[in-house]
């Protein structure tokens, strides 16, 4: 007898395009992404979380985009430029040069990126990327052209206050003044889409969905908070009525302070989220599924006042709720997404992801720390819900074992029937295995699984600790790493599951 089923049974992989090896300092959305993309067919495996894909912003957070729309130049491949004979072979190998294997030197391969997109640029005969026309394009070259002018400082240290202000006549001006600049910016985000597009009919024809992360704010330094500043409360210097941030907790007793600008929700219910409509538009054209990130804040979210010390000075607010949603729908039809339903939960947040029919998130390490929590414990799952050893803020599995008191680990250990060397890692770490296994035979509809976790490493490859501000999103993989992960033992497991399902996890 077949079950029936609300979702279809799916896995996938998470792992950040800048993970990825490549000659360039960086993942780029070139051969080894689409290697990737093979990995993920052979195996069963059909779905590939990424990380955001903005440009990155303030500390090289990609939850910290000076756009919400465009896409981010490091991760653009340079062999693409090479082919279209827009550099030579020598360009080429020196945008190669030198570069750390093992982790991401943001600065020196954003220098050298520029550099060599400014060097293609120069060589174009005609204008290949005029029928490239977003409609957030304008907006986003002047700012990006004018934020060169000022020495990449953010809008609201820029000298002059009249573009600080966006006011209509200087920006006519600035524009007539850094017209070649704007055309330069229009270029690179015409060559990035080119090769996402690329990269995601690649995927697309593997049977492989794309998850794409939407943070839930925008950074101060942004071309939307300098252009539609009234829906974010700021003034013409940047300065916020509020800002954004995470109560207190065990983990951090003073919270957390994101200092991103909250949303003027009152405003964007008067406009019919027309903004939120357009910007999830634009996320569905880029992705096959999306992610919202802090899924919590659309139901309260944590205000704090500007210039606050610490988080510990914020209060709940609530937040647009069910109408932001529906308004969506309307707009869009049924919307693919997975809710990052972390954190501070409360039943107004369960009801509010109820109403919208979205799945929710459960994380493996979350039902074995301290007391632990029930809902993240696999014989809990249900089909409503995508399940994750782990997420890109949590440490990898094998480290997590070690971090774990004595008598939780016994338990954890004696959850999952495991007796032998839970500490021996690398690609067939056997205690990774186990838990991996125990997500695969759940009733979770999707499972995704943190590449390090597919291949057993330890604290060192962790992508992001939360609150800590510099020094993340910088791992890189080996070029021989994916090939050392046990693809007969994986790609038994989603047949023996029933996730070797072509449908990717949407629904």
């Known amino acids: ?49 990424v990380l955001p894909v903005e440009p990155a912003g303030k500390g090289f957070s990609p939850y910290s985009g000076i756009s919400a729309f465009a896409g981010e ?33 943001y600065i020196t391969v954003r220098e050298r990126q520029w550099k060599l997109l400014k060097t293609a640029y120069s060589k174009l005969s005609g204008r290949p990327h005029s029928g490239f026309d977003p409609f957030w394009l304008d907006e986003y070259a002047l700012y990006m052209a004018i934020k060169h002018k000022f020495g990449n400082t953010p809008w609201y240290e820029w000298p002059d206050e009249a573009l600080r202000s966006h006011d209509e006549q200087a920006l006519k001006l600035a524009g007539e003044e850094l017209c070649d600049e704007i055309d330069f910016n229009k270029f690179v985000q015409w060559v990035f889409d080119e090769q996402w597009r690329e990269l995601k009919a690649y995927a697309a024809k593997h049977s492989v ?63 019919g989220y027309v ?109 409503d819900c995508v399940a994750y050893t782990g997420t890109h803020d949590n440490t990898p599995l094998l480290a997590w074992m070690f971090d774990l008191e004595p008598e939780n680990r016994e338990q954890a250990l004696f959850y999952i029937g495991f007796d032998g060397d839970w500490g021996r890692g690398g690609p067939n770490c056997a205690i990774c295995e186990a838990w991996i296994r125990a997500l695969f035979i759940s009733a979770a509809s999707l499972i995704m699984v943190p590449v390090q976790d ?41 047949k023996a599951s029933c996730r070797d399902n072509k449908a990717s996890g949407k629904g």
């Open 1 to 49: 007898m077949k079950l029936e089923q609300r979702y279809p049974r799916s896995s996938g992989v998470l792992l950040s395009i800048t993970m990825l090896h490549s000659p360039f300092g960086i993942g780029v959305l070139g051969k080894e992404a689409k290697d990737f993309v093979d990995f993920l067919s052979a195996t069963g495996f059909h779905a590939w979380q």
């Open 454 to 494: 597919l291949l057993g490493y330890g604290s060192d490859t962790r992508t992001n600790i939360p609150g800590v501000p510099e020094g993340n999103w910088r791992f890189r993989i080996h070029p021989d790493a994916i090939s050392q992960i046990d693809a007969g033992f994986y790609a038994a497991l989603n």
């Open 275 to 383: 903004w939120w409509i357009r910007r999830v538009e634009e996320a569905l054209s880029r992705y096959d599924i999306i992610r919202f990130d802090h899924f919590r804040g659309f139901e309260s979210y944590w205000r704090i006042p500007y210039g606050a010390a610490t988080a510990r000075e914020g209060k709940w607010v609530k937040g647009p709720g069910e109408p932001l949603f529906k308004a969506m729908k309307k707009a869009l039809g049924e919307l693919p997404v997975i809710a990052e339903d972390l954190g501070d939960i409360d039943e107004d947040v369960e009801n509010l992801l109820k109403a919208t029919g979205f799945r929710g998130m459960r994380v493996l390490q979350f039902g074995f720390m301290g007391e632990g929590d029930e809902l993240h414990l696999p014989h809990n799952f249900t089909d």
């Open 73 to 105: 130049p490091m991760l653009i491949d340079p062999r693409m430029l090479y082919d279209m004979d827009l550099i030579d072979i020598g360009e080429l190998s020196e945008r190669s040069m030198g570069l750390d294997a093992d982790s991401v030197d």
């Open 209 to 271: 969905s794309i998850i794409g992360d939407m943070p839930f704010y925008v950074a101060a330094d942004s071309v939307e908070v300098w252009s539609r500043r009234e829906l974010f409360d700021a003034d013409p210097d940047g300065h916020f009525l509020a800002v954004g941030g995470a109560p207190p907790d065990a983990f951090t007793p003073d919270g957390q302070l994101w200092g991103n600008p909250v949303y003027n929700w009152e405003l964007m219910e008067k406009s």
